[in-house]
């Protein structure tokens, strides 16, 4: 049998060798983002320096200012789709790593929980008599606190899932002007 101050000890050790097991794996992702999203930027500018020369020799190569307004258009509508996509892959990416950071957080705040409990009932098993009111306070304590991170963890999906929903509205109602605005530019000066 242990005494509570080794108990404690070990409950403490294991504590911070939980957390930063858990610091390590949100690092690790966050990390895995950056790389991610640079690599995506790095895709999106290599093709987009290739697209810009391609147009620039068309518009260039125009004869009249109606075939430069026509060679605009063209140009118009995949670049609104393409920024559009960008920002749907980028939300993408934004999700999945929310997602990851959300389960290794639930994992490790349902290991704690658990560590804890069991050492608050082996507590409970050497409690001196008239103790029942403080441990019942203590579990009633965690109880607590593991209902407050569960609304949390709610709210925090729900915030994301609406922050996508509004950047996929946004990007949507962006592109959709831009080329139309083009593509009327052209067909009215013909």
Known sequence: MFTIPEQFSAASKASVEAQ???????????FESVGKIADLNIAVAKTALEESNVAAKQLFAAKDPQEWLS????????AAEKAQAYARHLAGIATDV??????????QISESSRKVLELVEELT???PAGSENAIALLKS???????????????????????????????????????????????VKK
């Open 125 to 127: 098993k050497n409690a």
């Open 98 to 107: 929310q997602t990851e950071l959300t389960k290794a957080a639930e994992s």
């Open 141 to 187: 304590a965690i109880g607590n606190a593991n209902a407050g991170y569960e609304q949390f963890t709610k709210n925090t999906k729900q915030a994301v899932e609406s922050l996508e929903a509004n950047l996929n509205n946004a990007v949507s109602q962006f592109a959709q002007p831009a080329a139309t605005k083009a593509a009327g530019r052209a067909s």
């Open 20 to 30: 930063l097991a858990l610091i390590s794996s949100l690092t690790n992702k966050a």
């Open 71 to 78: 060679v605009s258009a063209a140009f118009a509508q995949p």
